[in-house]
Nanobody, 116 residues
Framework: QVQLVESGGGLVQAGESLRLSCAAS????????MAWFRQPPDQGREFVAW????????DYADSVKGRFAISRDNAKNTVSLQMNSLKSEDTAVYYC?????????WGQGTQVTVSS
């Protein structure tokens, strides 16, 4: 059974930084591609960032390029999202996602609120 647990959310002011972490209980974590999604208030879930299995390739939504950085530690079964220069429009519930062997798994989400 795959379990993803996000942490690190909170309330910050615009321009500040936050670091989200996701701890994965999954066999062969290094075989999973990992991603972060978010769901702003009253909106659908949207892609934020993605990282491949060995951490060498990443991809970002245009809205966060240059401000956010995704990374992973396969020895610790964790994936992180460093968020800098936060804006009010980054306010959302952030979800960790794992994709392995044709299956997608989700965490319960962590709230990020950016006040302007």
């Amino acid at each position: 059974q795959v379990q993803l647990v996000e942490s690190g959310g909170g309330l910050v002011q615009a321009g500040e930084s936050l670091r989200l972490s996701c701890a994965a209980s999954v066999r062969d974590f290094s075989e999973s591609t990992m991603a972060w999604f978010r769901q702003p208030p009253d909106q659908g879930r949207e892609f934020v960032a993605w990282i491949n299995r060995d951490g060498r390739l990443t991809d970002y939504a245009d809205s966060v390029k240059g401000r956010f950085a995704i990374s992973r530690d396969n020895a610790k079964n964790t994936v992180s999202l460093q968020m800098n220069s936060l804006k009010s429009e980054d306010t959302a519930v952030y979800y960790c996602n794992a994709y392995k062997s044709g299956n997608a798994y989700w965490g319960q989400g962590t709230q990020v609120t950016v006040s302007s």
